[in-house]
């Protein structure tokens, strides 16, 4: 079968950066400024005109949720392309499963360890000047619901074996490690996937649509793990099937699938939909979205700077992994430094936290991760875990 064309795909880097910094605007938005519920919405007239128009411009960032919806279909898409493109040139090709787990452990570990032992650090540190928000309760009750420090052995483990969010709670501060305990076991599924995708993407794809919609009927799960990992992994199955569009495997014109970015308003207008069910829908806009990229590629529309994001990109995992203990640091200790435990009324500290985030990131990523990760060529995408905010963490 006929490949298509290859594009210079740097520009998926670009907005894999953009992904990360929204989530991490999200959470300064939520940890260094008082909020809208709890601050803004009680005393809306202590809000100059210029303070309230840069809170419009940060609600923008309310939902940061469904960024991981994105890095679950970009994940898909990349851990798939190279595979892909063997099997349309080599329909007999099996997936080196040895070599495969080998570099999803070099990808993850490396960074996950060192956020482990710097979320310890800086939760000890925050502890041991008694900042509220490590003891709870603080004022904002999103913060309480988002940030409940847990450092036992147990939980440790279980965030090493990628089990937090099923079977323990995220290691400290660090609530956001929770996306990678669904990345992990996509990996894990993945080659069992691939056994049945070697003539054709279409019987396991059935098979995940069937096992999604069965997601919605716990009595047929002993347990929640399986069946929130099958909630979630169409979402990230919606990549592999673009892989295969990319390399021809499967023949769908970009353009079309670009009209899936409709879909993503219907959760918007579905009254209490099921949360994976919603962000299924999320998740196939995500999907309409960079085949909407691809289609602008081949034409030459694509916008340039998003090629220009690629170093955003390179750090993306890095800053996702440690920014959130950072952060709570930093809403520690403004908290403590008010009476009644408050946090600003200004947006100043959250653009402290955005850039302190960002300044600490890239030598941690220069330093721990890539040393890890091999030399890419030109144009090749990294294949980073899915990196998200909080599913919890809901305006």
């Not at 800086?122 to 009750?141: E, N, V």
């Not at 913060?143 to 965030?159: C, E, K, Q």
């Not at 991760?369 to 909080?390: H, K, L, N």
Request: with cysteine; charged share 10%.
């Amino acid at each position: 079968m006929p490949e298509r064309p290859r594009l210079q795909l740097t520009f998926l880097d670009g907005l894999r950066g953009l992904a990360a910094l929204f989530v991490v605007v999200h959470h300064a938005r939520m940890l260094l400024w008082e909020g809208y519920s709890s601050g803004y919405k009680i005393h809306p007239q202590l809000y100059s005109t210029p303070t309230k128009l840069v809170m419009a411009l940060f609600m923008a960032f309310a939902n940061g949720h469904v960024a991981v919806l994105f890095f679950f279909v970009l994940s898909g898409f990349v851990i798939h392309l190279k595979y892909a493109a063997t099997l349309n040139e080599t329909p007999a090709a099996r997936l080196d499963w040895l070599d495969y787990a080998w570099r999803r452990i070099k990808r993850l570990y490396p960074p996950l360890i060192f956020a482990l032992l710097l979320t310890s650090v800086l939760d000890a540190l925050g502890g041991h000047f008694g900042f509220p928000i490590y003891g709870q309760p603080t004022p904002y009750p999103n913060i309480n619901r988002n940030v409940i420090p847990v450092h036992d052995a147990w939980t440790l483990l279980g965030n090493l074996a990628f089990l937090m969010q099923s079977h323990v709670r995220v290691w400290g501060t660090n609530g956001p490690l929770w996306s990678l305990h669904y990345e992990w076991w996509f990996y894990v599924l993945y080659p069992v996937f691939c056994l049945m995708s070697r003539r054709s993407i279409l019987p396991a794809t059935g098979f995940i649509v069937v096992l999604f919609g069965l997601s919605f009927v716990p009595s047929l799960w002993h347990g929640s793990f399986l069946q929130g990992i099958f909630g979630l992994m169409l979402s990230w199955w919606l990549g592999v099937l673009l892989a295969e569009s990319y390399v021809g495997r499967l023949r769908v014109p970009f353009r079309p699938l670009a009209l899936l970015l409709l879909v993503g308003p219907l959760a918007l207008v579905w009254p209490h939909a099921p949360s994976d069910a919603a962000d299924t829908l999320y998740a196939f806009s995500f999907a309409g979205l960079l085949a909407l990229c691809f289609d602008r590629l081949q034409t030459g529309k694509l916008p340039v700077f998003l090629e220009r994001l690629k170093p955003l990109g390179d750090l993306s995992y890095s800053l996702y992994v440690i920014h959130f203990p950072i952060l709570a640091l930093m809403s520690g200790w403004l908290m403590s430094r008010s009476s009644s435990h408050t946090l600003p009324m200004h947006f100043g500290w959250v653009a402290v936290g955005i850039v302190v985030s960002l300044g600490a990131a890239y030598p941690i990523h220069l330093l721990v991760e890539r040393p890890f990760t091999s030399r890419r060529r030109t144009g090749e995408v990294q294949t980073p875990p899915a990196t998200a905010t909080d599913r919890s963490q809901q305006p």
